[in-house]
Structure formats: structure tokens, C-alpha cells
């Protein structure tokens, strides 16, 4: 059997084969277009603007339903289908809360956005068999990764 380390992307070439091969996207604490300007919401735009499909999982914002222009789920395991990967926008404390909504729906890896790194829920994750990226920006390792 692997090691669940083995899940846990750093290398370069790691990520780039999970990237290159990720087609859908929950984002885990997505912002609405009234925040613009933050991270939570403009990484997940560059995302769906270059082909990606975004399914929003906000954490706040109960009032909204749709998100760049897609339907918004409340919790991870609740968005039907596969899921390539969770962006999860989320402060590090914040983290471990959502590992067992993670863990029922078990996409194919969680991407901890640049920042955020919680090495108890990234092993938690990877014991699972799904893959982790910690503490990198989806936007700028897309951008140099696949789209460059």
C-alpha cells in the first residue's frame, strides 16, 4: 500500500499532472461578486474564465443562490457528481471542521489556497486517499502550470 505522504503534493510536476487533469471545481468558501476584489472570489473567476467548472460552496452569505452564475451548495458532500478538486478558501483553524464534509465526498484532492496550511486535516485527507496541496495560490500555479 502507498504512503498517505505520497498525497501530499509539494513537487512541481505533481501538481502540474493534478492540475492539468482537473476539469471541475467546489471552492470551499467562495466569496459572492460583491467581493470582488478578494481572493475567495477572483481565483475562482480566473478559474471559470478559463474553462473550469466552479461549483460554489460559500461558508457565509445564506441569502445568496448562485454565484458566478452557478448554483451555490451549502457543504461539499451536497454537490452531485465527481469533484476533481475543493479550493478551500478558509483560515488554518477554520480548516478542520470541513475535513468530514470532505471526507463524504471524497474528491480527488483539496487545495488549501496560499496561506492556509493545516497538516493535521492534510493528513486526515491524504490517510484518505485524496490528494493535498497546502499553502499555494490555484490561480498563479494555473497560470505557470497549465495556461503558460
Known amino acids: 500500500m ?10 512541481e510536476a505533481a501538481i502540474r499532472a493534478l492540475l492539468r487533469s482537473t476539469r471541475r471545481v467546489a471552492v470551499l468558501g467562495i466569496k459572492t461578486e460583491a467581493q470582488a476584489s478578494q481572493a475567495a472570489f477572483y481565483v475562482p473567476k480566473y478559474l471559470a474564465d478559463v474553462g473550469v467548472e466552479i461549483v460554489p460552496v460559500p461558508v457565509y452569505y445564506p441569502e445568496v443562490r448562485e454565484i458566478l ?4 451548495y451549502r457543504k ?16 488554518p483553524k477554520d480548516v478542520p471542521p470541513h475535513v468530514d464534509d470532505l471526507l463524504e ?18 493528513e486526515r485527507l491524504a490517510r484518505a486517499g485524496i490528494q493535498v496541496v497546502q499553502d499555494r495560490c490555484l ?3 494555473w497560470r505557470r502550470l497549465v495556461a503558460g
Open 2 to 11: 502507498a504512503d498517505w505522504r505520497d498525497n501530499i503534493l509539494e513537487d
Open 69 to 72: 452564475g452557478r448554483r451555490v
Open 76 to 91: 461539499v458532500a451536497d454537490v452531485p457528481g465527481e469533484l476533481d478538486l475543493v479550493d478551500v478558501f478558509r483560515r
Open 105 to 122: 465526498k471524497r474528491p480527488r484532492a483539496v487545495w488549501l489556497q496560499l496561506g492556509i496550511r493545516n497538516d493535521a486535516a492534510a
Open 139 to 141: 490561480m498563479v500555479d
